[in-house]
């Protein structure tokens, strides 16, 4: 009797463990994760350091039979910056970082703020905004699907401003001077006599120190890590606003063969990764700022008059940018800046004005 027990708890224990190993392999999802910048990045650090830990959290606490498999590509192991849409939609990754500020003739839509500056510097805000429109309006919501991609969490910059050799006191002093403004940021400048210059965080400190440039607009958070103070050591604050820059996606496909109930704590996580990226864009700017000081950088405020002057003589940014992708251009920009002015925010421009 005894052996009989002891011979079937075994076989028992045995069979469960099999089964266990079995049912472990079967609900074991494997998800590739990546980016073409690393974790300490401001746009990456939230993926490996929210949403993985939160996708797992969320799954563990409730009683799923599913869990993550996490394949990590940081950093451009597989892919550089040009080609982050094209990586996540084609299963290269199935979870990535995608700037859309790259992206201008893919993802038009997506660059709204880049065409509107001087709107706001509330950056949390921004993640607000372009989580719910991104999400909830269809435009922009299919927009990210034609691109067999599916918008997690929205990605922004800081404040843009100019950091230079010397102090910006006005728009006279802006004649002639070479200023590292990449992409459509480059339309900020037209009109102040002011040089646009291509180049990236990876390029600036150099082309200042070189001489090629004599300053950048840029953000602390970037600006900071990549040590640009060093050779620009004056900051004028000009207050070109917070851009949302791109987002956390997930190829459509993969997102779409996924278990409901995955999908549903997908989004959930994107939406704690949104929250804690801003506060992470804070704190990164905020640290980098004092840190800066200290090293020697000095900040001076643009007077209100020069601002207004100069955001009063930009041409009309957002009208060629209207007319090259549609009537759906036309929707965003009307729901993004209804949402500011919900918010309390009046931009120094009214760029919606053609379509009110």
Do not use: C
């Not at 607000?128 to 990210?144: A, G, H, K, T, Y």
């Not at 922004?156 to 070479?178: A, C, F, H």
Request: hydrophobic share 40%; no cysteine; net charge negative.
């Amino acid at each position: 009797m005894k052996l009989f027990k002891a011979g079937f708890a075994g076989a028992l224990a045995l069979s469960v463990g099999l089964a266990s190993t079995n049912a472990i392999a079967a609900e074991r999802i494997t998800v590739n994760i990546g980016s073409s910048h690393p974790v300490q990045n401001i746009w990456v650090w939230a993926m490996k350091n929210v949403f993985q830990p939160e996708v797992d959290r969320l799954l563990e606490e409730q009683g799923s039979d599913y869990e993550i498999r996490w394949r990590e590509n940081y950093g451009g192991t597989l892919y550089k910056f040009s080609e982050t849409r094209k990586a996540v939609k084609e299963g290269i990754v199935d979870v990535g970082m995608i700037g859309t500020v790259w992206e201008e003739s893919d993802l038009p839509l997506q660059n709204v703020t880049y065409y509107t500056p001087f709107a706001t510097d509330d950056h949390k805000l921004i993640i607000e905004i372009f989580d719910d429109l991104n999400q909830n309006l269809p435009e922009l919501r299919d927009s990210w699907h034609k691109e067999n991609l599916v918008h997690l969490s929205t990605l922004v910059t800081d404040s843009y401003d100019i950091y230079g050799t010397s102090q910006i006191k006005s728009l006279e002093d802006l004649q002639n001077i070479r200023l590292n403004a990449p992409g459509t940021s480059a339309n900020w400048l037209k009109g102040t006599g002011a040089i646009p210059v291509d180049g990236g965080l990876t390029t600036y400190y150099t082309n200042i120190q070189t001489g090629v440039t004599e300053g950048t607009l840029s953000f602390a958070s970037g600006i900071g890590p990549a040590r640009v103070h060093e050779v620009a050591p004056e900051l004028t604050r000009v207050g070109f606003g917070s851009m949302a820059f791109g987002a956390v996606a997930v190829n459509k496909r993969f997102f779409d063969d996924l278990p409901e109930e995955v999908q549903a704590v997908f989004r959930e996580a994107g939406g704690v990764m949104s929250e804690r990226h801003g506060e992470h864009v804070t704190k990164t700017a905020e640290e980098w700022l004092a840190k800066m000081q200290d090293e020697g950088l000095n900040i001076h405020e643009l007077p209100d008059e020069e601002k207004q002057k100069w955001v009063n003589s930009l041409p009309n940014l957002v009208g060629p940018w209207l007319e090259a992708s549609g009537e759906d251009a036309e929707v965003v920009l009307k729901a993004y800046f209804d949402k500011l002015r919900e918010n309390g925010v009046e931009p120094l421009r009214d760029w919606d004005a053609a379509v009110r």
